[in-house]
Structure formats: structure tokens, C-alpha cells
């Protein structure tokens, strides 16, 4: 008995402990308010110190830089490696800013942080009145990425990135900073600065803290290409002017070949031009790449297929690394490739303009250019009027130098007579019948060259004039009479068919053009005939002339059909006013009789002193002469 009743007083007392810790727990429990705070603490407690991590902490690493979820950052990383933190900031997504001012419109992607379109404001595709704008770059037409070889062994493409934009404005100047982040203050930068009223864009390209993310044992490859769209209403006159211009050894230009596959390498390039019939996209760098590779790929395998695009163009260019970092200054220009516009730059951005080389770009630049500006701009004249007045001024200049050459011919054409007697009487002897009839020019006091210099004088304006016409930015979509667009052709009937060679239309300058010189050469066969008798063992000028007479207006009718109205209207003119001249000098400046009784008193003179060049031609002659009659003899 006692030993249960020692039990019972056991459980007693544990029971009688287990209540006063009970009661004593209830007694200190918390009220709904302390826990409250206490939660609301332990919340603040943790925002703190999330936000120490993101500002504080060094970045030298995505893993120290947490910007978004771990989990995202842990993914990029296996993809993107010490560029992970790009990808976890809320610029990380499909976006664009667009900047503009009154000449252009860009449009700028998050991805690639490169321009996704370039629109061109006032001026529209194809023909005035389309209601297109010019688009320079639309629909992944254009791409621009640098190739990134990162310290871990890693390749990685800008393009294939998101850049993070921040736009300020800085007086009138809007600036788009987009930034390729590493970390807070690890970034590789694209800054695009737009100006007012311009078409050229400032573009400084950066890096900032990325010597350790980065290998900078070797350069930056940085790829630029642009499938140029067809803004012009003739295919093949477009895709003739469209090619890759550059600058190397600081002021040296040069282009690439057109066609499949063609390349260029340069060296010290300072700037790269896409260029287009009447429009450009250009790379200009302050500091010239140390290479340039180029290349050009023609697109348009059919002109008789309405095509979208000319050609496919691309530059290769490294970016040097310099104190671990890149650093350029360079500008995009977007714009119309317009002589003066360009010029204004000096940067010699005008001389991607195709006005030819030596004396006939000197004659488009010193000349044309001017002369067809003050009639345009200085004076108001319209394009198509400009360009007949232009020619006529033209015309006027070179009369003296036509009349020169007509009366050489004149001259010719009464000697005619006494120059085949020559031939008559020394017929088994080619070389004495030619010093007896260059006796007979020195007597007579004719110059048989005279009228073939002024005829050479000419070819250059000639040839000047091929190119200054259809590289004259000024003449797009400027219409006059039926023709809507001088710098394209002037259709006036559509075929149902295409002509090789000629085309699915009829253009009526051109058919114009070929009329006048028909009968221009009509007109002067006759007389160069006459002036140019038969030479033994020579080809029969009088039937080469005859088919010329057939051949040259089919020729221009043919090569002229596809090509700008107001160079077929300045041919016109030309020869309308050529043939205007001709006549006039034939009517009352020769006098053929006054001519004949002019060489007849020429010859009663002493023979008049010949030149160096013809004294040491009579030289040659009479030392062939008299090595014939050694050989006759022996």
C-alpha cells in the first residue's frame, strides 16, 4: 500500500508542474498586434537587403548582380555567359525606340540595339505621288552585329542580345544610349546622336569595364549588310548605280566590281557607302578600320521580273581593342546621294557620285554642276527647260571648235579633185603618192588633222554629259512635258511584250534623240566622204559611213530606251542645235569658191614652214623611200 501510494503522489506532482507552464506560456503569449509588427519588420529587414545586393555588392559576375529571378539568371548564363545580366533586365524583351527630326525616321530595336528601319520623310518610291515613303531599312533587310569572343571561350552575336535604351535630350539634339550590360557598370554601347535638319547621325560605339569579360587579345569583328531595296521605277537603271563605294588611305576612293560574288579587300578604310541609284547608307569612322573585306552579290537575275530588291551588300570590319577597351567616333548617313548634299560634309562623301574620271569628272564638277545649279537654283528655271537652256549654252561654247571642224572639211572637199589625181598617178607607189600629197596640204596651207582635233575636243563634254545626267539627284520625279520623271524613262506606250535589249515599252525622247542624229549624220556623211578620200589597203570609209548612217540612231534608240529622259532630252537638243549650227555655217560662213581661190594663192606662196611633228613624219617617209629603192636595187 505504501508503495502506491508514493505513485500516486508522483503523477500528482507532474501534472501539478506540467499546469504551471502553461499557465505561465499563456501569460507571456504575444498579441495580434506585436506579431503584426513584428511580421512587417522581418519584410522590411529582407527588402533591404535585397536592394544592398543590387547596389552594393561588386559585379563582377552576373551571379554577385542579381537583377531578376535566380533562376532566369542561372539559365542565361549557360547561354550567354558574363553578358547573363543583359538578359534578366526588363529592357530583355522585344522593344524599340524611334527618334526622328525633319529629314528621317529611325527606328531602333532592343535586340541588336541596331536601326530596324530608316525612313527618308518627303521623299516617295518610285514615282511623286506614290504615297511611299523611301525606306532605306525595313523588314530585316539590314543587320548589324558585332562578333564578341568573351573570356570563357565564348562567341557570341550583338544581334542575337538585348541592349538596354535610355533617350535624353541635350539642347535640340535627341541621344539613344543603348547598352549591351555585363553588369550595372559593364556595358558595350551604341550612342546615337540626331541633329536637327540632317541626315547624318552621330553613332559613338563604346565599351566600359569589359577588359575581364571580354578577349582583347584580337579584334572585334563587327558585320554590316543591306539588301538594298528597289526604290526606282526602272529595275536595271537602278541596279546599274547601285554599288559599294569606300574610302582607304585617307582620301583615296574606290568601289566593288558589280555582278556574283565580287570582293574587295582595303586597308585603313575611313568610310563605307552603300550606295543606291539616288540614295546611300554610309559608315563613317574617325579612326579608319585597320581592314575593310566588301562584298557585293547582284539579286535581280531577270529585269523583266518585277523585283524587290538589287542587290545584297556586306562589310566585314574589326573593331581594335585599345587600353583593353573599343572606342569609336563614327556617323551613319541616311540620305539621297546628292553631289551637294554629300559635298557639304567634307568628308569626301561626293565622290561616291559616278561623274567619271580625269577630264570628265573635272568637266562635271567644274562645269555641268555649276552651270546646271545656277540655272535651277539661282535663276528658278524648271528642270526640263534648265536642261535645254543648258544645252544650248553648251552648244554656243563649243561653236567656234564645230565651226573649225567644218571648215577643215570644206578645205578637204576642194582638194578632193587634185588628191585623187595623186592617187591616179602614183598609184604603184603608196608611199611617194602620201609625201606628194603632204606637200600638196603644206602648199595649200591645210591642215588634214584640223578637223579631227575639234571633233576629239568634243568627246569628253560628250562623255561628261553620259554621266552627269543620270547621277543627277536633282532631275527625280521632276517632270516636264509628257515625261513624269527625268531622271527615269518616258514612256509613252506600254507592249504586251518584251524586246531584248529594248524593253516592255517605248520611251519618245529617245525615239527623238534617233531621228535627230539620223539626219544630223545624213547631212555630214557626204562631206567627211568627200574630205576623206580612199586610202590604198584602207577599209571603204564611204560604205562604213553610209551604214553608220543606220546603225548609230538604232544603237541610241536601243541603249537610250531603259535610261533617264533628260539625258535622251539633252541629245535631242544637242543635235537639233548641232545640225542648226551646221547649216548656218554652210550658208553663210564657207564659201566654197572663196575656199578654192584662198588654197589656190596658198600655193603661189612659199610652202609655209611645217611643224616638228611634220617634219619628222616627212622624215620617217623619205628614210622608208629610200630603203625600198636600196632593196629594188640590190
Known amino acids: 500500500m505504501e508503495e502506491k501510494k508514493i505513485d500516486l503522489n508522483s503523477i500528482i506532482g507532474f501534472v501539478l508542474i506540467f499546469g504551471i507552464l502553461i499557465w505561465i506560456m499563456y501569460q507571456n503569449k504575444p498579441s495580434e498586434a506585436t506579431i503584426a509588427a513584428e511580421k512587417a519588420k522581418k519584410e522590411l529587414v529582407a527588402k533591404e537587403a535585397q536592394a544592398k545586393a543590387v547596389t552594393v555588392k561588386p559585379i563582377t559576375t552576373p551571379t554577385a548582380a542579381v537583377a531578376g529571378d535566380s533562376v532566369q539568371l542561372a539559365q542565361a548564363q549557360k547561354t550567354l555567359g558574363g553578358f547573363a545580366y543583359s538578359a534578366t533586365l526588363p529592357s530583355a524583351k522585344e522593344g524599340f525606340t524611334t527618334i526622328e527630326n525633319e529629314k528621317v525616321i529611325l527606328k531602333i530595336a532592343n535586340k541588336g540595339g541596331f536601326i530596324v528601319e530608316a525612313t527618308l520623310k518627303n521623299l516617295e518610291k518610285f514615282k511623286k505621288g ?151 547608307t554610309i559608315l563613317l569612322t574617325d579612326k579608319p578600320f585597320v581592314t575593310a573585306k566588301l562584298q557585293s552579290n547582284n539579286l535581280v537575275n531577270d529585269e523583266t521580273i518585277d523585283t524587290v530588291y538589287t542587290k545584297q551588300l556586306k562589310a566585314n570590319l574589326p573593331l581594335a581593342f585599345s587600353n583593353g577597351e573599343i572606342d569609336y567616333k563614327m556617323n551613319w548617313y541616311f540620305g539621297p546621294s546628292d553631289y551637294k548634299t554629300l559635298k557639304k560634309y567634307d568628308k569626301n562623301l561626293q565622290k561616291i557620285i559616278p561623274l567619271g574620271w580625269g577630264i570628265f569628272g573635272w568637266i562635271n564638277m567644274f562645269i555641268f554642276i555649276p552651270l546646271f545649279g545656277f540655272l535651277t537654283s539661282s535663276i528658278g528655271l524648271s528642270f526640263g527647260i534648265a536642261i535645254i537652256i543648258f544645252t544650248i ?50 602648199k595649200a596651207g591645210v591642215n588634214p588633222m584640223a578637223g579631227c582635233i575639234p571633233a576629239l575636243i568634243q568627246i ?100 537610250f530606251n531603259s535610261y533617264g529622259a533628260g539625258l535622251s532630252l539633252y541629245n535631242f537638243i544637242s543635235n537639233l542645235i548641232t ?37 619628222k613624219l616627212q622624215q620617217v617617209m623619205e628614210q622608208a623611200e629610200a630603203e625600198k629603192a636600196k632593196k629594188a636595187k640590190k
Open 393 to 442: 549654252l553648251i552648244k554656243i561654247a563649243m561653236s567656234p571648235i564645230t565651226f573649225k571642224s567644218f571648215l577643215s572639211q570644206a578645205k578637204m572637199k576642194v582638194l578632193r579633185p587634185e588628191i585623187t589625181e595623186l592617187d591616179e598617178k602614183f598609184k604603184k607607189d603608196p608611199m611617194k603618192k602620201q609625201q606628194e600629197t603632204m606637200k600638196l596640204y603644206n
Open 130 to 280: 506614290s504615297g511611299q515613303l523611301v525606306k532605306l531599312i525595313k523588314d530585316n533587310n539590314a543587320n548589324l552585329s558585332i562578333q564578341l569572343q568573351t573570356s570563357d571561350n565564348r562567341t557570341l552575336n550583338t544581334k542575337d542580345m538585348y541592349f538596354e535604351p535610355t533617350l535624353t535630350k541635350v539642347g535640340a539634339d535627341q541621344i539613344l544610349s543603348m547598352k549591351l550590360k555585363a553588369g550595372a557598370n559593364e556595358f558595350l554601347e551604341y550612342k546615337y546622336i540626331l541633329k536637327p535638319n540632317d541626315y547624318m547621325i552621330g553613332f559613338d560605339l563604346r565599351s566600359q569595364g569589359l577588359n575581364k569579360v571580354l578577349n582583347t587579345t584580337k579584334p572585334l569583328d563587327l558585320e554590316w549588310s543591306l539588301k538594298t531595296y528597289r526604290n526606282e521605277k526602272s529595275i536595271s537603271y537602278e541596279n546599274r548605280y547601285t554599288e559599294i563605294y569606300f574610302q582607304y588611305e585617307d582620301d583615296k576612293i574606290d568601289y566593288v566590281a558589280q555582278g556574283q560574288d565580287k570582293e574587295e579587300n582595303s586597308t585603313k578604310a575611313s568610310f563605307v557607302a552603300f550606295k543606291q541609284h539616288f540614295f546611300s
Open 460 to 559: 569628253p563634254f560628250m562623255y561628261a554629259s553620259f554621266q552627269f545626267f543620270p547621277s543627277a539627284y536633282e532631275l527625280r520625279q521632276k517632270s516636264f512635258l509628257w515625261a513624269d520623271d527625268l531622271s527615269s524613262f518616258d514612256a509613252v506606250v506600254k507592249l504586251p511584250f518584251h524586246i531584248p535589249l529594248y524593253g516592255d515599252h517605248i520611251s519618245l525622247f529617245p525615239v527623238l534623240a534617233s531621228i535627230a542624229i539620223f539626219f544630223y549624220m545624213k547631212m555630214t556623211s557626204g562631206d567627211q566622204q568627200m574630205a576623206a578620200p580612199q586610202q590604198e589597203g584602207m577599209p571603204d570609209m564611204a560604205k562604213m559611213m553610209k551604214m553608220m548612217i543606220y546603225i548609230s540612231p538604232i544603237m541610241m534608240l536601243f541603249f
Open 579 to 615: 545640225i542648226g549650227i551646221m547649216i548656218v555655217i554652210k550658208r553663210y560662213f564657207i564659201d566654197s569658191d572663196k575656199i578654192h581661190a584662198q588654197i589656190q594663192e596658198n600655193k603661189l606662196k612659199e610652202p609655209k614652214k611645217q611643224g616638228k611633228f611634220q617634219q
